[in-house]
């Protein structure tokens, strides 16, 4: 075989991956929605049920949960190499909406942890323009990054959901008062596979897919993906956008 048609093989290959990377992300994201509805209605939180509709939810939450199994497995064996790109179908989206969306996705999650999300909206003068960019995959993005802002916080603390505008660029930020990110592996956030010490040792599940997934993402759309650490711990990242 030609070493042009090996590189193209090569290339197509890691786009598969990354395909899966991204739809195995999201599956999971709706699947977790998904549980806590089901959790909600077998406890009886939104009235009583008879036995025959409880026998179902519960046939129903475990099959969901076998669903999660099975995407967790193909996130983590889904290793691939990175040369090829994604399309983006880049329209004007409202990031205000976005983020009222991602925060429904985790309503379950942080309530089942204790950790409460908090959107601090644009004051009403304050006008946030539409950014250009492909709605879905800018969803896969935010819901990493609310993933992990949940995931490495702990009972009573906070995340805060922000929107910011600066010249041409609009940046969304996502802040925590977690775990934080130690100095000595600050520079390897966003490689593929790559988990912290302490985030190992807090979560032992997780791909490290997530922050190279959603920095490949949002570099496509030629915005900026980074973080900050908050001097009283924790993480706020950021992530800049050009107006629509
Ligand atoms: P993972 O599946 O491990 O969460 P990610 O690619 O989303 O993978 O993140 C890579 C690593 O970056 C994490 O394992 C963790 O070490 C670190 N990280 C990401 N987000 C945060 C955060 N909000 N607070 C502290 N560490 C974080």
């Known amino acids: 075989m030609e070493q042009s048609e090996i590189e193209k093989l090569k290339r197509m290959n890691a786009f598969k991956s990354d395909v899966i990377s991204i739809s195995a992300h999201e599956l999971r994201t709706s699947l977790s929605a998904l549980k806590w509805i089901l959790k909600m209605l ?7 049920l008879s036995s025959e509709q409880n026998n179902l939810i519960i046939k129903a939450y475990t099959s969901n949960e076998r669903m999660i199994g099975l995407v967790n497995e193909m996130l983590s064996v889904n290793h691939a190499d990175d ?12 990031l205000s909406e ?11 999650e942080s309530y089942k942890k204790g950790v409460g999300i908090i ?4 004051t009403a003068g304050e006008h946030i323009p539409m ?6 995959k800018l969803r896969v993005v935010l819901q990493n990054l609310l993933e992990n802002a949940i ?3 702990s009972q009573g603390d906070k995340v805060f959901l922000s929107l910011g505008i600066e010249n041409d660029t609009v940046t969304l930020s996502v802040k925590d ?7 000595s592996e600050q520079s390897r956030i966003f490689e593929k596979f790559f988990r912290a010490d302490n985030a190992k040792k807090k979560e032992n599940v997780g791909s490290g897919l997530g922050l190279y ?23 706020t990242f950021h992530i800049s956008l050009s107006k629509a």
């Open 42 to 48: 077998s406890d009886g939180d939104l009235g009583a």
């Open 131 to 136: 950014v250009r960019g492909d709605r879905d």
């Open 151 to 153: 995931k490495y916080s």
């Open 98 to 108: 976005l983020i009222n969306d991602v925060i429904f996705d985790f309503t379950g």
């Open 119 to 122: 959107f601090l909206k644009p």
């Open 213 to 235: 997934t959603s920095k490949k993402i949002i570099e496509g759309h030629g915005g900026r993906i980074w973080f900050d650490l908050e001097k009283n711990g924790g993480t």
């Open 177 to 183: 008062t977690g775990i934080g990110i130690q100095e």
């Open 83 to 94: 040369t090829a790109e994604l399309k983006y179908i880049l329209e004007p989206v409202d």
